[in-house]
RNA sequence: UGUCGUGUCGUCCAAUGGCAGGACAGCGCCCUUUGGAGGCGUUAAUCUAGGUUCGAAUCCUGGCACGACAGCCA
């Protein structure tokens, strides 16, 4: 029935149905995020589930907004993942529902629940009903409010719409059962008091209906046919199902998964509001944030992310995922797609002493060894050369590869340069290694094929522009970022090196040029993205998506 | 000491009573004008004690561990 070979305990409820013929053959998702911060890379992982079972059962995706609680929600929010759910595939097409549309709806339902007697206003304060409550083994003292009469109840319900009351002073809940051992349905509230705009309703509502009551009436109200959820919901789906059975109306199936975490990330957007509100990072949207406009900013894909949620896999335990599984996926991307280019990040000057002073020659150099079509281009060549710091030892280490006194590398793309001389000023530090060049080397000629043991970047000193590259970096020193100290948070976690800024990086001519948004290759260093933010025309920031791996590093952490 | 849920390589996911497999990570080798691309190989797991069965990761019983729940948040 499913159009891929993809699998999980979802897709088999759902094929399952299909074939009971559950919902005449319908299938139909939802992806429900309340407006309150933007969406991470959590929520991907609900939008590809949710919206990959649509596409793959030929069935429909809404997307809708949860938004009852006017005190935490905004429209930059609402505005942002409608951005970021569509940059990840997920297509609602004229499907956006907001729930705060249905509140009339809901209100309706709520006196039907009243009138059948299964509904009353109490008028304990927060404080009261949390001592009324019980405890998790003990049950719950039944509310003096608790056998009024539907018609009190039904003036009272109306009374608390008008505004007659303050905040708090009383609510509206379902008569189920203090003695239940889930505490979920010790007669939870349906409605509170909230004297607050909304962002959609404006003043036209005090009285807001909670997430239970609100959320099974918007699935059936859209006949959504399987409504996905993460796991903390699995207590609440007896009252989903109350609530539907008690209406009498059409009744969605929840299915409860397990979210996703990543390791040296944290996903909880209280979390991450305190990082954006307390300025740990530039915003939302910052390069180092899960968030979608984060990745995006940072240079993610939206292919490399929704693979990553389809490698996953969906389950039910508690899990944390390597965010090394998150690079993998990234890189795969780029490594088929991106362009390959050269930059010098800390510049050491090579000066070719038997190189004639004046002359330029240009150098041809593969665009994509992945990908025929991307071509060629020339780089320029000269005298002065910049090549990377960490490519140059005057002491090398055991298994050094690179320059060192005495030694030769290839230019890649370029000549085969051995070094002659180290140049060091009255502090003894090095500003210039002079190297001599093998004129018969040249990437093409008949001399080329000599072996050397390295092959190096470079950039053309005379033709080099300057742009400023963004190191990033783990946000988070801990692979469970909560794991701090005891009296201390997460942020006591935060990786003071997550942002390194290099200005004056060396890079050959097409870099100088390049457009915000576009991705690289930095050969032999990583992949790079132009700044949508802070590049200026002729003036790049590249951001470092993720470096390459890197073996060499390997290598020499074990000495 | 309640209810619900979950226990499989380091990590994540499969195996639906019949040879425990894949991906990432790790390790090793090969190749390389990216030490970083690519290729090959390899290490490594069924929470536990019983039971049912010719046969159990899977079914049953008990234990243990972990997670969620006592917001007028979602």
New binding site residues.
Partial sequence: MALTEK???IR?IVTEDLAANKYQGRVHTRF???P?GYLHIGHAKSICLNHGIARDFKGKFNLRF?D??P??EEQEYVDSIIEDVKWLGGNFEDRLFY?SDYFEKMYEHAVLLIKKGKAYV?????D???QT?????ES?KESPYRNRSAEENFDLFERMRKGEFP?????LRAKINMAS????LRD??MY???HEDHHRQGNKWCV?????W??GIEDSLEMITHSICT????????LYDWYLEELGVYHPKQI?F?RL?L?YTVLSK?KLLKLVAEKHVSGWDDPRMPTIAGYRRRGYTSDSIINFCD????????????V??L??SI??DL?KHAR?TMAVLNPLKIVLTNYPDGQTEECEA?N???DETAGKRMIPFCKELFI?Q??FREV?PP????LSPGTEV???????IKCEKVVKDGDGKIIEVHCSYDPD?????AG??R?V?????WVSARHAGNVEVRLYDRLFVKENPDDAEEGKDFLSNLNPNSLQILKQCKVEPVLANAKAGERF??????YFCVDSIESKEGAPVFNRIV?????????EQ?H
């Fill in positions: 699998s999980d305990f088999e429900p995020p309340e309150n949860d009852t609680n005190a935490k729930a109490c008028d304990l304060n927060a009261e009903m949390r409550r019980g405890t998790l083994t719950g905040n708090g002073a009383k609510t051992p889930n505490i979920n939870p509230v509170r008091i909230v807001y209906p909670t997430y239970d609100a959320h796991l903390e919901f699995e207590n609440h789906r007896p409860e397990a975490n390791t209280r490698t996953i896999g969906v389950a039910k335990r508690d899990s944390t995922i390597d090394a599984q690079e993998f890189r795969e490594n390959r593969v994509n060894p992945e990377d960490d490519d090398p298994k050094y590869f690179r290839r230019l890649k793309y370029g000549y085969i080397t040249k990437s093409g000629m080329a094929n072996k043991k390295s092959t190096i970047h290759q930095f050969e032999r260093t990583g470096t390459l791996r890197d073996a060499w590093a390997k290598i074990k």
